[in-house]
């Protein structure tokens, strides 16, 4: 069965006045080197926006409307100013989720963090035991997640998040999982895996394979309660549609701002192909929104491509575009996921020289790479 | 979907941010943390007029929502109650009645 997409969707595809979901990386600086990092972090940048400059896109994000900003990083934690910014984002009626690997989230974080309204952490945790998790975030970052979270629960915070990205290693243990966020009172938020910053080396040894796509889609339907930040949409040719927007948000409703201030269409396309402006333009980051060139090209309908044949299409949208072209192909055709093989081919044919590489990389001199990930991996499979 | 005491005084909850966009607005809840679309700018009207009026009803006649759009406005509204967008005004209290 073909679902007509709402008229809703396609208004939202034209662009807003202001973005629905925006993420603000306030830092590239992080304790950890996570194999598939999305923003490629690891050295703090030295142009980093100011305090001061912080405080006056928020001031911006209040007057746009914009009601709450997904905060990440790096490790968001590490900035000294961190809850000056923060504070001053609530106390501006702009509510904030942020991201942590958890390290510093100590006993007076947490009861901080817990006498706060308008406040949402997610922690990050990509593999259910010691073992699945370090191979993928480095020794003792599950140790210090799980600590984290005790922390949240002591204080009682309520209920935060457990933030998972979905690997071949981990989906085996997503029961596990949602107990234990069941038994921490949090949230579960399952989201995919993409080909973006580190992710560029490690996805073909982290993507899920056809069959494993095909669980996680049954999963999550069987579990409404589970997060997933609107990111399986591409999984939607399976069937039924996944509850959410089901679209490719980049540069209509969502956008990133990188720790330097430049703007990109979405946190998964660090690459100047996708990069906007910068806050600190004369129009200020509501200009670069508005006006860009590069977010009013990517609100112009689109052609489907190789993917406009496909029964599929008006379910799947082709999925993700950072997807495609961090893999090397058309962002008209499909996605390298798609769950009926059709990539499958080009990406074979796919020349590894021509893979874009991200153009804002701060990982740390000697940060692991490809090469070591079947090494660890294959060592500590589920 | 609960159906609406039409004959109420309700009111945009206190909770929302309310954000006009060119297909009607955008509603967040600060408390329950979720985004609802107002599809339609009369939704959005209607919506930001009920505190005006002594009953929903009054405020469906002023804004001259009868026949099928009457109906579907409050099919519109029954779910925004549901999400807490709307809610009823606490009641004005009122003399003892016998
Ligand atoms: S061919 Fe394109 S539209 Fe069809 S399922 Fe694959 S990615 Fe989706
Ligand atoms: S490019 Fe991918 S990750 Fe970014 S908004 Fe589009 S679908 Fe989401």
């Known amino acids: 069965m073909t679902t007509r997409t709402p008229p809703l969707t396609e208004q939202l595809k034209r662009g807003l006045d202001a973005p629905i979901c925006l993420t603000w990386e306030l830092t590239y600086a992080c304790n950890l080197d996570c194999l598939h990092c999305l923003s490629a972090s690891g050295r703090r940048d030295p142009n980093e926006l100011s305090t001061e400059e912080c405080l006056a896109v928020i001031d ?50 947490a009861k901080r963090f817990a006498s706060m309204d308008m ?29 984290a979270m005790d922390n949240l629960a002591a204080a009682d915070f309520g209920e935060f998040k457990i933030s998972i990205v979905a690997t071949r290693h981990n989906v085996s243990q997503l029961d596990d999982y949602k107990k234990m966020a069941d038994d921490y009172g949090a949230q579960l938020r399952l989201t995919r895996l993409r080909p973006s910053g580190r992710g560029v080396d490690s996805y073909q040894d982290l993507r899920l394979s056809h069959q494993q796509q095909r669980d996680v889609y049954h999963w999550i339907m069987d579990r409404p309660d589970v997060l997933t930040g609107d990111s399986f949409f591409h999984l939607n040719a399976l069937g039924e549609s996944l509850p959410g927007l089901n679209m490719c ?3 209509r409703i969502v956008c990133l701002i990188d720790p330097v201030g430049d703007v990109y269409a979405c946190p998964f396309v660090i690459h100047d192909e996708f990069k906007a402006g910068n806050v600190r333009d004369a129009g200020g980051f509501t200009g670069v929104w508005q006006n860009s060139e590069r977010f009013l090209e990517l609100r112009e309908p689109e052609s489907g491509g190789a993917c406009a044949s496909c029964g599929s299409f008006d379910a799947c949208g082709g999925g993700c575009m950072a997807s495609k072209f961090f893999t090397g192909l058309p962002l008209d055709g499909p996605d390298p996921d798609c769950v009926w093989g059709h990539a499958d081919d080009a990406l074979a044919a796919v020349d590894g020289s021509a893979i874009p590489r991200m153009t804002s990389d701060h990982s740390k001199p000697g940060a692991r790479t490809d090469a070591s990930v079947p090494v660890l991996l294959t060592t500590k499979r589920p | 979907m609960s159906s609406l005491a039409s004959d109420q005084a309700w009111t945009l909850s206190s909770s929302i941010g309310l954000r006009p966009e060119p297909f009607g607005a955008l509603a967040y809840h600060f408390e329950s943390r979720r985004l609802v679309f107002l599809k339609t700018k009369d939704l959005v009207d209607l919506v930001r007029s009920l505190a005006d009026h002594p009953t929903l009803d009054d405020a469906l006649d002023a804004a001259g929502l009868d026949g099928r759009r009457r109906t579907s406005h409050l099919t519109a509204l029954a779910s925004l109650a549901d999400a807490g967008v709307i809610e009823l005004r606490s009641p004005i209290p009122a003399e003892a009645t016998p």
Do not use: C
């Open chain 1, 60 to 109: 911006e994000l209040n007057r746009l409307q914009v009601f709450y900003v997904n905060i990440g990083g790096g490790e968001p934690m590490i900035r000294r100013d961190f809850h000056t910014i923060v504070d001053h984002a609530i106390a501006n009626h702009v509510g904030v989720k942020f991201s942590t690997n958890g390290t510093f989230l100590d006993k007076e974080a």
């Open chain 1, 119 to 147: 406040l949402d952490i997610q922690i990050s945790l990509d593999g259910f035991d010691a073992g699945t998790n370090d191979a993928l975030r480095g020794e003792g970052s599950w140790a210090a997640a799980r600590q």
């Open chain 1, 249 to 251: 948000g980049a540069g």
